[in-house]
């Protein structure tokens, strides 16, 4: 007698739900990914790929401790995500530089983080890191190096979960707008999309990034996820002029390896509205003349924007929704979706099969659906506030 397989419905092909449908299907699971426009082409084709939140003492300890998970996950990860697929997500252990001005906390802020949590670091005097980024600006007085965080290149990352899901038969919906949760005696039993069509499932995940809000809204859950709109702008240089991803206040440089450097980003609480604006790239562009002054008649070859699935205390939604059998999130990543996705993957795929959550170090009601968050005064970390 064959068992019939758990079917399980993502709504969204962000990399969280993809990550999330490989991951089941490895466990036995039959995901089918739904998702409204194209597979991972939103915030997980927005990002910059850097692997570390950027300024991880804004936030509580328990996400220091997910996110070490996640890291520690990566590199295996990414090497069985090449083999599988034959793409290189382009994943590189470039080191992060935090640079100072001696107008600033974050290098000391830095240091104590890293001391608290064990993080390897070096602290650079002028002279050191002036060496170790010779495009930095003159007036760095010191500088704090990460050498071992690493970056991926979204696309490729996104292309290559593709490719593995279609090697996989694992079913990508595209054009398909999931609209009603369908549920019989509070049990789920699958949703129905913009125009009617009625899916079946055994379970459905909530894996819709930014609009995973709204939807659960629809769907009469409180989920406090909203987009944090964030632009980028990609300059054209020579290869290896940087070789650091280099972080100063809320700017951050991500140098590719054909020496494209990418510059971001900005942090917008506007609502869905799309596209990029003069000011927003005109604050990227100073942050360049002011930290890499010989940068600032680089080529701007390309601009975009994406939306981040903002939460107010920055952690991601994770686990079960407690009145409703059968519904699960994974939402709200905010800044560190990519970073995250392998340990939210691995988490959420044991979970809806049944497995217990294997993290036995960290308390997961702080990810729960139901953490009350929408009381924090100061609430999403790194937007400034006026
Ligand atoms: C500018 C920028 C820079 C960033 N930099 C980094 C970084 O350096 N490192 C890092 O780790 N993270 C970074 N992030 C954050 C990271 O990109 C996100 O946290 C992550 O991509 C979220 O993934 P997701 O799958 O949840 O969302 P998304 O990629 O947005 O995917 C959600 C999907 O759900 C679909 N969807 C929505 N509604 C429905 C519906 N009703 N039915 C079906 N489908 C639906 C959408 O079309 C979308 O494709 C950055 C983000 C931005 C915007």
Redesign the pocket.
Known sequence: MTVAKQKVLI????????MTAWFLHRLGAEPII?????????????????????QPWLYPDSFTRLIEHSLNMFETVQADIENLSGISTQWLKSGLLIPSFGDDEDVSKAMAWSKKFDWSFQHLNAEEAQQDTPLLSKNVQDALLWPDIA?VR?PRL?QALQQIMKQLSIPQLEN????TLLTKNNKVSGVA??GGERLDADAVLL??????G??AKQWGIRLDVQP?????ALLKTKPKRLTRIVKHHSA?F?PRSDGRILV???MELAGFERGTTTHEIEKLLQAVEYLMPDLKDAEIEHQ??????GSPDGMPYLGPVKSVSGLWV????????????PLSADLMSRWIVGEKPCLSDIDLNHFAIERQTHDLSVGYPCIDRV
């Open positions: 709504v969204g092909g962000g990399v969280i739900g993809c739904v998702e409204r426009g194209r597979v991972g082409q939103e915030a997980s084709w927005a990002g910059a790929g850097i692997l570390c939140p950027i970056q979204n996104l398909s707008e999931v609209d999309l913009k894996a819709a990034g930014s609009w995973s709204d939807l944090v709109k964030g632009q980028i951050y991500v971001g980003a900005s975009w924007m994406g939306f981040r699935p994974s939402s709200g990543h905010y800044r560190n979706g990519v970073a995250l996705a």
